[in-house]
């Protein structure tokens, strides 16, 4: 049996990255091949040879007992990372294990990613010192022998993680520990290696932020403070005091305070007036109209008494120290099992996030959206689904300024207390497609409960609630924001308009995308307008349709993301469509298989528009006789006409033509034939 004895020599070379891992999917790199310079990044213990020969670093030891460990000074991503290598023996037994060190606290809580010269390869960790594998020695014929590279790859994508030599998948192992921030070498003696580049590239969002600052004492209070949010002109600060001597409830009532900003600093908090503030839960949701206009959480009735904790009402300044009476904001099919909701508009008012209890949802509170109607009621809710929300509760969600970041606070996923704080990206404008929520780390998210993110009115900086101090009281907190947090880059903006060909005026349509297998629907904007929120560079196919027209597909890289056009024909009697992706092999009127989806979306025209009646034209290559030709054109439109008829379509609403050949010119090649062997139709009736 192969095996390698972890009681002799022990060294591990760590790479200390002090670089600061705030990145999207890939898009950071830290490390690169070697050079003199940056061998310094490098600490290494226990070793014989360690230095940079030829842009390769070389490592070897033959002594016992030396081991060595260094840590990086900020946190990674633990959920989604890649980590790659180049490295060979170049000398020492051939039985003798290297490779990769990764997620490692210190030497004794650490996991391996080991290959062999002799072609066989492992897994395994420490933990408290205590050795163990999770997938013992195994033989793999994609390991290259002594004095050869060999190419080590780790990824971590969520709960799972694939291991890779020379770019082939030989282990996938899920809920692999993670025990902190060190990655590097590790060599088994006696042995030499050399490495020519260490890389390791983040996944997903990091977010790295100054310390944050507890408000002073002029907010600050011996009672919680929750639900921070900064007025439309940036002039005011409000929040919701609970327990507080002075509200007018009981000694649980949660009432709204306000303090003026004079600067870097605030005014002494005032208690807002009476009847907004009652018995129940009072808290501002948001401001408009340079601060004249608030909406706050609560129902109320006609005379301005508050009535119960949910809901959403609107009051309007009258003078300084006097509002109006609440008026009651409608949300269709509004209820909540909860004693209250969170909430937050968009920027233009014309969406509404809320965090309600309602039944068919995930766990307790989930995230729902509503849209304005044109008669200032909202949607019923949508639940924003299960990226978003999770079998616990999650709340308090903030709409960013620039109305595609969402952040909100959540006990079911993984953080570092027991409610966290995260943020997820707006994907599309149907606003029920998001990006998987990231955690904003521990300078924001403590051991304890963190919520109300909020952001600022000039979205420089943000507030959020915590009670991580020893007395376990709520306290508002300020914090300035990393330059990824204050708004998504354009550069991820997909953006198109759907109009008709021939006037290009705007067409309203549906639309159908999709990144590799996933697909999503939305509908476009009554201009015809919509646009996307693209994740990882991926590319991009689009599918626009309407009815009374041909429908228009394009696929997109990520370097053409623009503002786009989908010109749509209108199905008017004598328009020309071809089927653009429908091909044949030579001299065959049997379809590729490849062709079904165009096929299938004729088919699915025909039963969006059950009046049209098209004539099938079919055409081939003359390289034979006319009859030849003639009769290889006929059958292909046959061959398309039964297709629709197989799938549902009545034969008489088709006609078919054959329209012969095209003259074969010297020179062509089979790619430009192939638009001759071709099938398109004209519209007879609609």
């Not at 290494?44 to 060595?68: C, F, K, P, Q, W």
């Not at 051991?447 to 007395?471: E, I, L, M, R, T």
Request: glycine residues 6%.
């Amino acid at each position: 049996m192969y095996q390698i004895y972890f009681c002799k020599i022990l060294i591990i070379i760590f790479i200390c990255f002090f670089q600061t891992l705030n990145a999207q999917i890939f898009d950071k790199k830290y490390g690169n091949f070697f050079t003199s310079e940056n061998a310094v990044d490098f600490v290494a213990s226990g070793l014989e040879r360690h230095s940079i020969v030829n842009n390769r670093l070389y490592m070897g030891v033959s002594s016992d007992h030396t081991y060595g460990l260094s840590t990086i000074s900020k946190p990674l991503n633990s959920e989604c990372f890649k980590i790659s290598t180049v490295v060979r023996q170049e000398s020492g037994e051939s039985t003798s294990g290297y490779g990769i060190l990764f997620s490692g606290k210190n030497i004794s809580n650490s996991n391996l990613f080991l290959i062999s010269s002799s072609k066989y390869f492992c897994v395994a960790n420490y933990e408290k010192a205590d050795f163990k594998f999770v997938k013992k020695w195994v033989y793999s014929e994609y390991i290259l022998p002594k004095g050869q590279d060999n190419y080590l790859e780790i990824i971590k994508k969520e709960n799972t993680t694939e291991f890779l030599i020379n770019g082939h998948i030989v282990c996938t192992i899920d809920d692999l520990k993670y025990y902190g921030d060190c990655f590097g070498y590790y060599l088994k003696h006696p042995v030499e290696i050399s490495s020519e580049r260490f890389m390791l590239e983040t996944m997903g969002m990091n977010f790295v932020f100054a310390t944050p600052k507890k408000l002073l004492s002029s907010v600050s209070s011996d009672a919680s403070e929750i639900a921070p949010i900064e007025s439309d002109d940036g002039k005011t600060l409000y929040f919701s005091r609970i327990s507080h001597k002075d509200n007018c409830g009981d000694e649980d009532d949660c009432d709204i305070w306000f303090a003026n900003k004079l600067g870097n600093f605030f005014s002494s908090t005032k208690h807002f007036v009476v009847p907004i503030n009652n018995q129940y839960i009072n808290a501002v949701i948001k401001t408009a109209n340079n601060n004249s206009t608030v909406y706050i959480e609560g129902s109320y009735d006609n005379n301005g008494m508050g009535i119960n904790s949910n809901g959403i009402s609107k009051i309007t300044k009258l003078s300084d120290g006097y509002w109006s009476k609440p008026k009651s904001v409608k949300i269709h099919d509004f209820y909540n099992y909860n004693e209250h909701g969170t909430f937050s508009f968009s920027s233009d008012f014309k969406v509404l996030i809320s965090a309600l209890e309602r039944k068919n949802g995930f766990g307790k509170l989930d995230l729902y959206v509503s849209f304005l109607n044109p008669d200032g009621s909202y949607s019923a809710p949508k639940n924003l689904g299960k990226i978003i929300n999770t079998e616990l509760d999650d709340g308090t969600p903030f709409i960013a300024g620039d109305d595609k970041m969402l952040f909100f606070s959540s006990y079911g996923h993984d953080g570092y207390g027991n409610s966290d704080i995260f943020v997820t990206r707006r994907l599309d404008n149907s606003w029920l497609r998001w990006s998987k929520p990231e955690n904003l780390g521990p300078e924001v998210n403590s051991q304890n409960w963190d919520a109300y993110f909020s952001v600022s009115a000039d979205g420089s900086s943000a507030y959020f609630v915590s009670n991580c101090n020893y007395d376990m009281i709520e306290n508002i907190y300020k914090i300035d924001l990393p330059p990824n947090l204050h708004s998504v880059s354009d550069e991820s903006l997909f953006e198109a308009q759907v109009v008709n060909e021939y006037t290009k005026q705007p067409v309203k349509a549906e639309i159908r995308y999709s990144f590799g297998t996933d697909v999503y629907n939305l509908a476009t904007c009554n201009d015809g307008t919509f646009s996307l929120y693209i994740e990882n560079h991926q590319p991009i196919k689009v599918y626009a349709k309407a009815k009374g027209y041909w429908p228009c597909v394009m696929t997109f890289s990520y370097s053409k993301y623009k503002k786009v056009r989908f010109e749509l024909t209108p199905l008017k009697r004598g328009a020309v469509i071809s089927l653009k992706n429908i091909e044949f092999k030579p001299q065959s009127y049997i379809v590729d298989p490849k062709s079904c989806d165009e096929l299938d979306r004729l088919c699915e025209v025909m039963v969006e528009n059950p009046t049209l009646k098209i004539l099938i034209k079919g055409y081939a290559v003359s390289t034979g006789g006319v009859s030849q030709v003639q009769e290889l054109s006929e059958c292909r439109a046959e061959n398309v006409k039964n297709y629709l008829i197989d799938h549902g379509i009545s034969a008489s609403r088709i006609q078919c033509k054959g329209c012969g050949g095209f003259p074969v010119r010297d020179g062509l090649t089979q790619q430009a034939l192939q638009k001759y062997r071709r099938v398109e139709f004209t519209v007879l009736d609609y």
